[in-house]
């Protein structure tokens, strides 16, 4: 088990006691629910910037090669795999 640490949150009323009947009404503690609504935001958050890491290193690719599919070609592409039909992403080109 990963060791833990506390950490000190303020929150206004009405968001505690939301917190509190959503506790209860899950059978959970409001610690819980925390946890699990931080662990849940940062895990999607995670996600969000490492989908945007990966925008920015293909477009800096882009800018440094000129290698792309069209538009066209990733459409036929797709329109394949959604057919079913086991087909090759399209070839980069200048």
């Known amino acids: 088990m990963a060791s833990s640490s506390t950490t000190s949150l303020k929150i206004d009323n009405e968001l505690k006691e939301r917190i509190q009947r959503l506790a209860a009404a899950r059978r959970r503690s409001p610690h819980w629910v925390m946890r699990e609504a931080v ?17 920015l290193a293909a477009w800096n690719h882009y800018e440094a090669t000129g290698l792309h599919a069209t538009a066209e070609e990733a459409d036929a592409w797709l329109a394949k795999l959604e057919a079913g039909k086991d087909a090759k ?3 980069c080109h200048d």
């Open 39 to 55: 662990e849940q935001y940062v895990g999607r958050e995670e996600q969000r910037e490492k989908l945007r890491q990966d925008a």
């Open 89 to 91: 992403a399209p070839e």
